[in-house]
């Protein structure tokens, strides 16, 4: 076989775990059985668990698991107002009972010490697989944007701490009601690039729109703006631990062919919804490019 057969028989092998993973991800609190998980892959069933531990590094049974538990405990940490019992039943467990020793199995702490004190470092290497970047044709639009006053909580160091700086920023936002959900804008500005920027240097803002003054808080949330201009846009659809499929085709393909020059701004994110309210599947979000 030559190399460009080859390369188009891997690419198609790819894709067709890509919407295993996809399915999985629209369909957390249904019933998955193997032989429906196959069928969408289109493998046989008598190989299916064998081929999907070889892409991902995990077995089927366990990547459900832990995504059901990762949702699980995200509802934990940032939905306060919600009953453990709840959410071990929507994350699929009979009682309390079985919840709570999977939970601990997987991240060392049980349900009621992680919403006390999650221990997110520990948390996030759960849910380091060997997946293949995806392939992603990127749709680019060249807007205008107008200046857009936020209230800012910028977090300092490694990424896998990033949840703790969220879950203060949601602290200020539920405690202040001076940027609510409901009805303003949530952004997230990136000035570092986590794959290539050391732990102890990685810098990314946590930010709500606002419309009034930001006073002075606790939790060191400041006011700045994100300035208008123009901005290269592009709308990535899934979870936001894959918003890199869609950036590295803007900065590596449209960009170098584009003739456009960057402007002096990090590039940022507008969250058209959010976790934990919004299933991993259905999360998009909008990835603005600062250009002069």
Known sequence: MNDDRKS??????????????????AHLHAPLEMEQLAAVAHFSRFHFQRQFADFTGVGVARY????????????????????IIDIALEAGFENPESFTRAFRSAFGQSPSQFRRAPDWPSWNERFVFRIPERKVDVQVEIVNVEPIRIAMLTHRGPVNQLNA????????????????????????????????????QFRFGICGEVDG?????????????????????VRHAGAHERLGES???????????????????PLYFH??????????????????????
């Not at 188009?8 to 991800?25: G, K, N, P, T």
């Not at 459900?64 to 939905?79: D, E, G, T, V, W």
């Open 213 to 233: 003054e930001v006073p002075d808080n606790v939790q060191g949330v400041e006011p700045t703006l994100i300035p208008g201009g123009r901005c290269a846009r």
């Open 64 to 83: 459900i698991l832990l995504m059901r538990l990762k949702h699980a405990s995200l509802q934990l940490a940032f939905q306060s107002q919600r009953r």
């Open 247 to 265: 950036i590295y085709p803007l900065y590596r393909q449209w960009l170098p062919q584009s003739g456009e020059e960057l402007r002096d701004f």
């Open 271 to 292: 969250y058209l919804n959010l976790l934990p309210d919004t299933p991993p599947g259905e999360l998009l979000t909008d990835i603005y490019l600062p250009l002069k």
């Open 165 to 200: 700086t969220v879950a203060r920023f949601i602290e200020w936002r539920k405690a202040t009601g001076l940027s609510p959900v409901g009805r303003s804008r949530t952004f997230g500005l990136a000035w570092d690039n986590p794959d290539t920027t050391p732990p102890e």
């Open 8 to 25: 188009s028989s891997q690419a198609r092998y790819q894709a067709r775990f890509e919407r295993v993973l996809d399915h999985i991800e």
